[in-house]
């Protein structure tokens, strides 16, 4: 993990449009892998390649789902501070 701290807000926002992106991707895998092999999501047994292949992308998208809140809580974090610093100087 890295510290989001100490990137700017224009880094921070580049990042966060990436991870947006990469996010869209996995919602696009995701709405056509369940169109092409309807899987049963109750079965956690199941070790198929296609149900790896679904977990695999499942950890993938809640990691790039985690990553986007951690981003937008550090840029939120900068403009509320940059508000702060302008109306105390």
Known sequence: MINLS???LKELEDIRD???IEKMK???FFS???????LDADD?????PLWKLYKQKLKEYQETENA???IKF???Q?????QTNFRYT
């Open 74 to 76: 550090h840029i939120d």
């Open 26 to 28: 996995l919602d696009k």
């Open 18 to 20: 990436k991870k947006i």
């Open 44 to 48: 956690d047994t199941n070790e198929s």
């Open 32 to 38: 056509m892998f369940l169109d092409a092999y309807p």
């Open 6 to 8: 100490n990137y700017s």
């Open 68 to 70: 986007i809140n951690r």
């Open 78 to 82: 900068k403009c509320l501070k940059a």
